[in-house]
């Protein structure tokens, strides 16, 4: 079945250091890859998405590029802010099907 | 900006017990999700709602649950004879077709306890 692997967290960074957030997928066919954020005590929005191969999403300053060759959906963002402490969900929705599935999710924590 | 709204944010209940989780999609969206999250785990896919029926659900959509549009309005999840193993936050969404790359938007989660 489709499934999302994400780098495990907690991750702990300085104020405008570099972030990357690994996700890789499995998934029939050529699903859409989304990345969502949950601030603390809030649901779930969606930061970027993207719909096919090379596509980049971006948002707020975080991009990923959908590399259909590695499976890969990395999230990235060159200068984190101490407001970007969040949760990260890796998530893909495979052609055909109605259902979100999501990756473990990773802690981002930002520190001045 | 129109956003999904959920009530209510929090409600504890007996085990045994029914709830209804209540939500109200943006208002001209087609399509009605449930996911839920186990404390520290992923979020997960209950059941997708279109047209006035169930179009996808998953295994732990069993006969406990129930889903259901009863006006215009409000889309809501039953949960009859809750288990401990329900405790969990239940969020609800809704997206405007029903397409792969279509975003899904989410309300800001019920977080049900059952004692």
């Known amino acids: 079945g489709d499934s999302v692997t994400q780098m495990e967290g907690p991750v702990t960074l300085s104020e405008e250091a570099f972030l990357t957030i690994n996700c890789t997928y499995t998934?029939?066919?050529?699903?859409?890859l989304f990345w969502y954020v949950q601030y603390p005590g809030e649901g779930l929005q969606l930061l970027l998405k993207?719909?096919?191969?090379?596509d980049k999403g971006s948002n707020k300053g975080f991009e990923a590029t959908y590399r259909k060759e590695t499976t890969s959906f990395h999230l990235e963002k060159g200068s984190v802010q101490v407001s970007d402490s969040a949760v990260y969900f890796c998530?893909?929705?495979?052609?055909?099907?109605?259902?979100?599935?999501f990756g473990t999710g990773t802690q981002l924590k930002v520190e001045l | 900006e129109p956003e999904v709204t959920q009530t209510p944010s929090h409600q504890v209940t007996q085990m045994g017990q029914e709830v209804i989780l209540r939500c109200v999609p943006i208002s001209n969206h087609l399509y009605f999700y449930w996911y839920r999250q186990i404390l520290g785990q992923k979020v997960e896919f209950l059941v997708s709602?279109?047209?006035?029926?169930?179009?996808?659900k998953s295994e732990i959509f069993d006969d406990q649950f129930s889903v259901e549009r009863p006006d215009g309005s409000n889309f809501t999840l039953k949960i009859r004879s809750t288990k401990l193993e329900d405790s969990a936050m239940y969020f609800c969404a809704s997206s405007t077709g029903g397409a792969a790359g279509e975003t899904q938007y989410f309300g800001p989660g019920t977080r049900l306890l059952v004692l």
């Open positions: 993207a719909t096919k191969a090379d």
């Open positions: 709602f279109y047209n006035n029926e169930i179009s996808e």
């Open positions: 998934a029939t066919g050529y699903p859409s």
């Open positions: 998530a893909l929705r495979a052609g055909g099907g109605n259902k979100l599935t």
